[in-house]
């Protein structure tokens, strides 16, 4: 059996990561990705003045048209916002601008001026209509669109998908922990290590981790503690409530889901840590595979997460 081959890069202000399990085709499907999250990042970024959503910033109250890209990715976007029952809504911009968060994560000061937080909900997905067939959206006035709950993992499945079937091979792509995998699998599948604390998969990890193996779909992590920051000594994160416009208060540091896609998996872990002590049991009623890690480092598990390795932090 050939080894896999893998190529690591930023895109969308974060790490990717490329694993083809042909490593004739590595070159090519990194062109090929590179490409196609550059076009990604020019049609969705929250943080580019000449990005395609950024133009809807000033289009509420009126029909504006869109590309077929952004009306996919808002899509997703508004689906995974009624599968949660508005737990992971897109229209959380101006409330994440109000926090500090208005700049890739990588330019936000982490402590910076005192801010005004107001207990107010956003806008609601529920008011953004989205026509694909006539390529146009609507939003109420003042309305700031926000994809980042889904848009990476959505490009991760995107392109998972494509280079599988420009190459023939076994592709994994993962943008920042998001991962998506498509054609034929490794001998024993993809194995993907899950962890707290974001690093290279390829050096040892920092904190508690565990390595689950998938065939299919995706995997994805959402948390608190990775994206954090400080406003006049209170402590900022980006997953925000959207009935009250603030960062969610919830018992716990990171949910992991498995899921058909990607951005299921994704949407899932997101609205888990919203629903907070709920979560769980919202978890098990869809029976998704999830690993839930508390604030404390106490790990719990839905029925279907894979069992056969302990995680460090239960075998020490």
Request: contains cysteine.
């Amino acid at each position: 059996m050939r080894a896999l081959a893998a190529a690591d890069f930023r895109a969308l202000g974060c790490d990717a990561r490329l694993v083809v399990t042909d490593p004739d085709h590595l070159e090519a499907c990194r062109w090929l990705l590179e490409k196609d999250l550059a076009t990604i990042d020019a049609t969705c970024s929250r943080f580019r003045s000449d990005s395609e959503l950024a133009s809807l910033d000033t289009a509420g109250g009126r029909t504006t048209p869109i590309g077929a890209l952004l009306g996919e990715a808002l899509s997703v976007a508004l689906r995974a916002a009624e599968a949660t029952d508005g737990d992971v809504d897109p229209t959380v911009g101006s409330a994440m601008n109000e926090l500090g968060y208005d700049r890739d994560f990588t330019l936000v000061h982490r402590d910076g001026r005192p801010v005004r937080l107001t207990v107010r909900p956003v806008p609601g997905w529920r008011r953004v209509r989205l026509d694909r067939a006539a390529g146009t959206v609507t939003m109420p006035p003042g309305t700031r669109l926000d994809l980042g709950a889904t848009a990476k993992a959505w490009a991760a499945d995107r392109a998972a998908q494509m280079l599988a079937a420009a190459s023939g091979c076994g592709v994994l792509v993962s943008l920042g922990g998001d991962t998506a995998v498509a054609g034929k699998p490794p001998e024993g599948g993809w194995r993907i290590r899950v962890q707290d604390i974001t690093g290279h998969p390829d050096e040892p990890a920092t904190g508690p981790d565990t390595t689950v193996a998938i065939r299919e779909g995706g995997l994805a992590t959402s948390g608190t503690s990775a994206r954090r920051w400080r406003r006049g000594g209170q402590e900022m994160h980006h997953i925000v409530d959207p009935r009250t416009g603030r960062p969610v208060r919830t018992p716990w540091r990171t949910v992991t889901v498995a899921a058909a896609t990607c951005a299921d998996a994704n949407t899932a872990s997101t609205a888990a840590l919203v629903r907070a002590a709920a979560a769980y049991n919202w978890l098990e009623r869809l029976r998704l595979p999830a690993r839930l890690v508390a604030t404390d480092g106490s790990v719990v598990r839905t029925t279907g997460w894979p069992q056969e390795r302990k995680d460090k932090e239960e075998a020490a």
